[in-house]
């Protein structure tokens, strides 16, 4: 996914719509930076199919050597996929997160709770005022 195309939660998740099945699907991951920040990723606990996400509220959870982080979820829906491939792989968020680096998708109970998150020069900037 394009970074500059998607979405971005304060908490450092972005994400990005795309059309699978003939519906508009959320594929949601988290930000290099946050990767970066994180270091040396150890764990992480992802939900299984069919839970219902909502907007702010945790999802799973990514731990490194330094810290436990929770994931939350930048919108509402239930859970289609989660990339459990990544709990073996998680150098693969460091190395391509906008990418192969995703972490669940979601479909969409509604559109609009893309409205309250941030562009990528928005992030960007919350990230450089960190």
């Not at 994400?15 to 519906?23: A, D, T």
């Not at 990723?41 to 490194?64: D, H, N, W």
Request: hydrophobic share 40%; aromatic share 6%.
């Amino acid at each position: 996914m394009n970074p500059e195309d998607l979405k971005y939660n304060v908490s450092h998740e972005w994400v990005g719509l795309i059309e699978e099945n003939g519906e508009q699907v959320a594929v949601v991951g988290i930000t290099d930076f946050a990767v970066e920040q994180l270091t040396d990723l150890v764990y992480m606990a992802l939900p299984a199919v069919g839970t219902r996400v909502k907007a702010g509220q945790e999802f799973g959870e990514v731990e490194s050597v330094k810290a436990v982080s929770a994931l939350y979820s930048p919108v509402d829906g239930e859970v289609i996929a989660s990339h459990e491939e990544l709990v073996d792989n998680l150098e693969t968020l460091g190395s391509d997160p906008f990418g192969q680096g995703w972490i669940i998708k979601v479909r969409l109970e509604n559109v609009t709770s893309l409205d309250g998150l941030m562009d990528r020069a928005a992030y960007l900037q919350q990230c450089a005022d960190a």
